[in-house]
């Protein structure tokens, strides 16, 4: 089955006054004498809604997505280095006009997050600066915790999944969904991910691959920038397959699956 998203339950909504995003959390996130301690180590998923977009958004705007994500995470927070123990989706609800991309409806983010701590930071930065680019700003943000996985799990992906072997001359070669090799480097990259974090789950058991039956499967090449330089990578937009204990499935929810997730590949839904 495809990737379904499990109710999202809330305790109360924060409406915030003026500009501010309206927010629909779970109050034990911010400390109170009333409330208890929050839980800061399980996978959390924000849901954004933006505004309409004012200028013209380019169709390689990935750098700005992250440059967003990391302006709210704040300067020194430990995301900035090590694997990406989270993921960022495409903005959805755009379409192409007059070489760029128009969001006359507002749009939709979504960031998902190993550890419950990113992502309350990430609300505490937007609270405070809710603008995005373009234009666009968080009008609204809804949290939404992991489904109760049973085993192996069918996800929709939210932005391309890139995978990559490395060659003997230490080039490495783009692996796409309809060569049987991506689903090792896609197994490989969540194993050693689940090491970095610790995750008490057999790496064996776990395994990661397309779904090449999917219909409407195909390539999308994107382009990243960095310190003036810019790298175009190609990933697959296709369904994947995780399977593996539950912990594991809802590891891949929070983290993506492939090579940078945290650049905004590999999510899923």
């Not at 390689?60 to 900035?80: I, S, V």
């Not at 490395?166 to 194993?191: N, P, S």
């Not at 691959?209 to 219909?215: A, C, K, T």
Request: hydrophobic share 40%; net charge positive.
């Amino acid at each position: 089955m495809d990737g379904c998203h499990a109710p999202i339950k809330f305790l109360s909504t924060i409406t915030c006054p003026g500009r501010r995003p309206r927010f629909a959390i779970d109050l034990r996130w911010f400390r109170s004498p009333f409330l208890p301690s929050p839980v800061l180590d399980r996978p959390m998923r924000l849901n954004l809604t933006l505004s309409p977009n004012t200028d013209p958004v380019p169709f390689d705007h990935l750098h700005w997505l992250t440059g967003t994500l990391h302006k709210w995470l704040g300067p020194d927070n430990a995301l900035h280095d090590g694997p990406s123990l989270y993921s960022l989706g495409w903005l959805s609800g755009g379409r192409g006009a007059d070489g760029a991309l128009q969001f006359p409806d507002g749009a939709r983010w979504r960031l998902s997050f190993y550890e419950e701590r990113a992502a309350k930071t990430v609300l505490e930065g937007l609270l405070h600066a809710p603008s995005v680019f373009a234009g666009m700003r968080v009008v609204e943000a809804q949290q939404q915790t992991p489904p109760s996985f049973s085993g192996g799990y069918r996800f929709a992906v939210d932005a391309p999944v890139l995978a990559r072997r490395r060659r003997e001359d230490g080039t490495r070669e783009y692996l796409l969904y309809d060569d049987a090799r991506a689903d090792d480097a896609l197994t490989r990259t969540l194993r050693g991910k689940m090491k970095a974090a610790g995750l008490d789950v057999d790496p064996d058991a776990v395994r990661v691959r397309f779904d090449r039956e999917s219909s409407g499967a195909h390539t999308k090449l994107a382009t990243l920038k960095k310190d003036g330089h810019e790298i175009k990578h190609r990933g697959s937009w296709c369904p994947v397959i995780v399977e593996g204990p539950p912990a594991a499935v809802r590891f891949a929810w929070a983290v993506g699956v492939g090579e940078l997730t945290g650049s905004g590949f590999g999510a899923v839904k």
